[in-house]
Nanobody, 120 residues
Framework: QVQLVESGGGLVQPGGSLRLSCAAS????????MGWYRQAPGKQRELVAF???????NYADSVKGRFTISRDNAKNTVYLQMNSLKPEDTAVYYC??????????????WGQGTQVTVSS
């Protein structure tokens, strides 16, 4: 089985920073794209950023210039550095990864989510 475990969420004041981490573990053969999504109350889940295995990145317009996604392939981990946080960034953040397991079966995996609250 494959698991994604997020950490790093919390409460921060506007203008502050947080760093989210997501570690993949289990019967992993290869990890392709990894990304972060978020879902605010009453809204649909939306893509925040993703990073491919060749380290190509893409960001939602709302976070460009403030958030940075990166990955450490040796640790099977993806990070999201969030700076200049705004109240509208408040949401549950979910990690997502495209992974093939030991049996070469490829699937889309999700973490359990971590709450980010931006408030004074």
């Amino acid at each position: 089985q494959v698991q994604l475990v997020e950490s790093g969420g919390g409460l921060v004041q506007p203008g502050g920073s947080l760093r989210l981490s997501c570690a993949a573990s289990g019967s992993i053969f290869s990890i392709y794209a990894m990304g972060w999504y978020r879902q605010a109350p009453g809204k649909q889940r939306e893509l925040v950023a993703f990073i491919t295995s060749s380290v190509r990145t893409n960001y939602a317009d709302s976070v460009k210039g403030r958030f940075t996604i990166s990955r450490d392939n040796a640790k099977n981990t993806v990070y999201l550095q969030m700076n200049s946080l705004k109240p509208e960034d408040t949401a549950v953040y979910y990690c997502n990864a495209d992974i093939s397991n030991y049996y070469r079966v490829r699937g889309d995996y999700w973490g359990q989510g971590t709450q980010v609250t931006v408030s004074s």
